[in-house]
């Protein structure tokens, strides 16, 4: 039987989620039972496009006892009462990233799903790109020897933090948003966690020419307990006129081997006269159409979301939370990114190394 899923917050990514549990109920995996969402405008499209009861309390989604599971795609500093109140109700919990932004959050949060025994994911989808799979497979089988250092880069065209996220981008930086699912790659495909931190960090255009009081930029270096040094540059001030919403790039490097992904231009690009020069990531999500003819979504955008239906499937039928350990990003992991998160913004304020 299909499992029934309740969505908190639709807003831009949020449709990702309402997408991902309707194809799926194509296949009879889970149904988009419910969702709730405090904007009124918001709502009634929801009502109108996915036809599913919304609520505008999300407290009273989590009363419906046929719910089994709910994701929260809330701006990041909400997360935290969502998933408290679903792990109460006894609901499988997905958490958009980053799982909270303070690390007594995370454990509060990470406490009360493991006391109420229920599953709390993170959605950290860098983990289910397939170059990321291929990286982390021979890493993972020591091909590239000891990984000694590398670096990241994730950017964003401004109208992420000028537009799409003006309400709450003051809550949140370069870091949180676009930082936290690199930490979480690096931490996974090299299997290990952060030692010591040093960030730099921009602050002018956003604060001076947009009224918005938040970082540009942010520069960590951070030290593996492992001993790899990896840096990671992260942006949302690029122009608007860069050829794709995002831009994403990781090398490792180790005694035996060096990896390199442009985790954003996959060699497919376009020049259309409204558009201008585009590059795609059909990786990360493209259209696709089924046997039925109706619109379907493919990429880890979407795969990272529905790999958490198919694990509250599972536990309907008989697993044990355990035993899927490893298999997901678990809430153990967000913890763990936000350490890394909150240690660079203390770095990046202080200007001193910050152990974690
Ligand atoms: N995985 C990714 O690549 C990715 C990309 C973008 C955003 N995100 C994350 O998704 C989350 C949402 O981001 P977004 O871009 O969709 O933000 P958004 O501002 O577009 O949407 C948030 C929605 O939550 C609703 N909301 C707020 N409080 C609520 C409440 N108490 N109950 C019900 N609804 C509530 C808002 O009305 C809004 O519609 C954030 O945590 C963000 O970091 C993840």
Request: glycine residues 8%; contains cysteine; negative net charge.
């Amino acid at each position: 039987m299909a499992i029934k899923v309740g969505v908190v917050g639709a807003g831009i990514f949020g449709v990702n989620h309402l997408n991902a549990f309707k194809q799926l109920s194509y296949l009879g995996v889970a149904e988009l039972a419910a969702v709730s969402e405090i904007n009124e405008e918001r709502a009634k499209w929801v009502e109108a496009v996915y036809g599913c009861k919304v609520y505008r309390d999300y407290n009273e989604m989590l009363a419906d006892a046929n719910i089994d599971a709910v994701t929260v795609v809330t701006p990041d500093h909400l997360h935290k009462p969502i998933t408290l109140a679903a792990a109460a109700a006894g609901k499988h919990i997905l958490v958009e990233k980053p799982l909270d932004v303070t690390v007594e959050g995370c454990r509060a949060m990470v406490e009360a799903a493991r006391k109420a025994g229920v599953l709390l994911q993170v959605d950290f989808h860098k983990r289910y790109d397939p170059e990321h799979m291929a990286m982390e497979r021979r890493v993972s089988a020591g091909e590239l020897g000891k990984i000694l250092y590398g670096s990241v880069c994730m950017e964003d065209r401004i109208e992420v933090p000028s537009e799409w996220l003006a309400r709450w981008a003051p809550s949140s930086s370069p870091g949180w948003f676009l930082g936290t699912h690199f930490y979480d790659l690096v931490r996974w495909v090299i299997k290990s966690d952060a030692k010591t931190i040093f960030a730099r960090g921009h602050k002018g255009l956003l604060r001076d020419e947009y009224g918005i009081d938040t970082w540009d930029a942010i520069n960590a270096t951070v030290e593996f307990e492992n001993g790899a040094v990896v840096s990671f540059d992260t942006s949302w001030i690029l122009p608007k006129s860069f050829e794709a919403i995002v831009n994403q790039e990781i090398r490792l490097v180790g005694t035996k081997g060096v990896w390199e992904i442009d985790s954003q231009y996959r060699g497919s690009r376009s020049c259309i006269v409204e558009e201008g020069m585009r590059t795609w990531n059909n990786n990360f999500m493209r259209e696709s159409i089924d046997k039925q003819g109706r619109t379907i979504y493919k990429g880890y955008g979407i795969e990272s979301i529905e790999d958490f239906a198919y694990n509250v499937a599972a536990i309907k039928n008989g697993a044990s939370i355990e035993s899927l350990a490893g298999t997901y990003p678990s809430g153990e992991d967000g913890l763990q990114v936000t350490k890394i998160g909150v240690a660079v913004h203390q770095s990046a304020v202080s200007g001193n190394v910050v152990e974690i």
